[in-house]
């Protein structure tokens, strides 16, 4: 049994953020009941986070809904939530209202402005918490727009890792008070703490720094993107100046070695040359040729290039498992423990697939299930 295997996780989320949370706490160990009404238009939801987890249906806004639920949270350890705030306490399935009946459990709210101030009640959805945040600020071209990154930053790294810290710390908390408490994760709030490097800029250089004006953001030649002879794109890291002297050396340009944040016209002279060159030859190519020079240089993959990399494949990073429309592919587990490792169990179960076993579990005949299915509590 890994060291989660001893907790309970009653899973309310719907979205994005919950989802992925309790995915990477489900893949090491944590027994994870994803709990939806019987009627929840996302079904399982994300079938990619599915695995590991179990699936029932209940519908908390009945009287015997939430009673059945109240059984479960009474011997749950977490209860995971991304509703917005307010919504738990009109379903009566708050921390409030659970602490009360078991003041061990570990209660954790994923909302995009958190539990209190004035935007609690907005809505909202990563760009918007990206865009409060001042994340957005500094992503694109200097003198162009704001530009939304293909990933969500906000969903996932302000709120889903947010929140995995928050409860393995809670729970560590309990091991020494004895108690739960609330885990309050507000997407704005780790979208703030993203900042930590450009607040670090404004401390050093006395003002913010502006979109696409910072060393690492494709302004100058050692930190750029570049385009190749057949359309495909390769990625420069040489931020040091030891990866940026043999880069500059390779190309026969010792002039810009000690040119590597020049700005004005030797700026753009210099990335100028670098484009030129990187369009005289295809993206295999350079990579044949720069890959063990120690440049820092890498493409930019497509998605099916990242299936088939042999470094993600040695890690084991893309594994196969049966879905519910048949066999899926899905990224492993990122968090490497040497003696207690995450796993894939099970995969992705039907929607509702284990309600009758955790009714059974809570003593209910399978008259009084049926029971319940028919009025729709179930």
Known sequence: MTPLGKYRMLDLSRQLPGPFCSTMLADLGMDVLVVAAPTDPFGVGLSLLARNKRSMTLDLKSVEGRALFYRLADAADVVLEGFRPGVTARL?????????????????????????GPYRDKVGHDVNYLGYGGVL???????????????????????????????????????????????????????VAW???????????????????????????????????????????????????????????????????ADGR??????????????????????????????????????????DDPQVRHR????????????????????????TPASLRTPPPAFGADTDAVLASLGLGPGEIERLRAAGVV
């Open 137 to 191: 600020n500094f992503i694109g071209e200097e003198g162009g727009p704001p530009v939304i990154p293909g990933v969500q930053i906000a969903d996932i790294g302000g709120g889903s890792l947010m929140a995995a810290i928050g409860i393995l710390t809670a729970l560590l908390a309990r091991e020494s008070t004895g108690r739960g408490q609330a885990v309050d994760i507000g997407m704005l709030d780790g979208v």
């Open 92 to 116: 009566g399935v708050d921390y409030a209202t659970l602490a009360a009946r078991n003041p061990r459990l570990v209660y954790c709210s994923i909302s995009g402005y958190g539990q209190d």
């Open 195 to 261: 900042n930590v490097y450009h607040m670090l800029l404004q401390q050093l250089g006395g003002k913010p720094p502006e979109r696409g004006t910072g060393q690492m953001t494709g302004r100058h030649a050692c930190y750029a993107v570049y385009r190749t002879r057949d359309d495909r794109y390769l990625t420069i890291g040489a931020y040091e100046g030891h990866f940026w002297a043999r880069l500059c050396r390779h190309f026969g340009r010792e002039d810009y070695v000690d040119q590597q944040f």
């Open 266 to 307: 030797k700026r753009e002279e210099i990335l100028l040359f670098f484009r030129d060159r990187f369009r005289e030859k295809t993206l295999a190519a350079w990579l044949a040729e720069l890959g063990d020079l120690e440049v820092c240089v890498a493409p930019v993959s497509t998605l099916d290039e990242v299936y």
């Open 316 to 339: 084991g990073m893309i594994v196969e498992m049966d879905g519910p429309s048949g066999k899926q592919r899905m990224p492993a587990s990122p968090i490497r423990l040497s003696e």
